[in-house]
């Protein structure tokens, strides 16, 4: 009896697979797969859908039910910022990682500094540590894990965000750190342009004045129907101002 049952699901459910294979299929490893079949660590909708697709389950309502329980998993975890907690509540800096996870798209404009998600080691270390000579060494080096990984948070992954990053002239005029970290700085600007998702564009000096000589600042943009927010940054205080369309 339990024999027959079980060749009758395997039928309702698509042919059995093997782990190895199954890995192969996802593009992960088997032991990543391990780990997600025993519930040590999450996974994705595009994981997921993926699972679906190669189990041949077609029904709509089943697939959707499975994706937005994968999807309010996810909203339950914690943020991969908050292993940083100690050095981001002492900068005030957390508030804004946890707007920019959110955001579909970001438009930044910046007229000193070449943009967090856009910066190398090196540049993120030079800048951090002149320009918040307060921190201990151990605090600006974890400040530099932070933006590493929102750029591999943020740029890459599973929903990239659109990112339009307008740097001043003066961006790349300014040496931060040495004539080294800025070659590669350049360099590290060149490629991630290249990327679909990343637009990068200069404002030369021969333009003149121009609305963003005030400074620097980022509108996020969000899924329907949260409103856009424009997040402006100065030594003391950060701030948000959120569009009205009324």
């Known amino acids: 009896m339990w024999r027959r049952a079980r060749r009758r699901s395997a039928a309702r459910h698509g042919p059995a697979r093997r782990r190895s294979e199954v890995a ?17 660590r999450g996974t994705s909708p595009v994981l997921v859908r993926a699972l679906l697709d ?16 994968v999807r309010a998993d996810k909203g339950q975890q914690k943020p991969w910022w908050r292993k940083y907690s100690t050095v981001l509540t002492a900068t005030r800096y957390d508030g804004y990682l946890a707007l920019e996870a959110d955001a579909r798209s970001l438009a930044n404009y910046q007229p000193m500094l070449v943009p967090g998600l856009l910066q190398t080691e090196d540049y993120a270390r030079a800048v951090i540590s002149q320009m918040r000579m307060e921190l201990t060494l151990p605090q600006v080096e974890a400040l ?17 965000v659109k990112l339009w990053a307008i740097l001043d002239e003066a961006v790349l005029r300014r040496t931060v750190g040495s004539t080294e970290v800025m070659r590669d700085q350049v360099r590290k600007l060149t490629e991630t342009s290249e990327q679909p998702n ?7 000096f021969s333009l003149g004045p121009h609305p963003g ?11 329907d129907p949260t409103p856009s927010l424009v997040w402006l940054e100065n030594p003391k205080n950060s701030v948000t101002r959120e569009s009205s369309t009324s």
């Open 144 to 160: 530099v894990k932070v933006r590493m990984e929102r750029q591999s948070s943020r740029l890459g992954g599973d929903h990239p």
């Open 54 to 69: 190669l189990y041949g389950v077609e029904d709509e309502v089943q697939r959707t039910d499975l994706l937005d329980l």
């Open 213 to 223: 000589l005030y400074g620097p600042f980022v509108i996020l943009t969000f899924p």
């Open 198 to 204: 990343v637009t990068v564009q200069l404002l030369p």
């Open 24 to 40: 192969e299929h996802l593009e992960i490893n088997q032991g990543s797969l391990s780990r997600i079949e025993n519930g040590e």
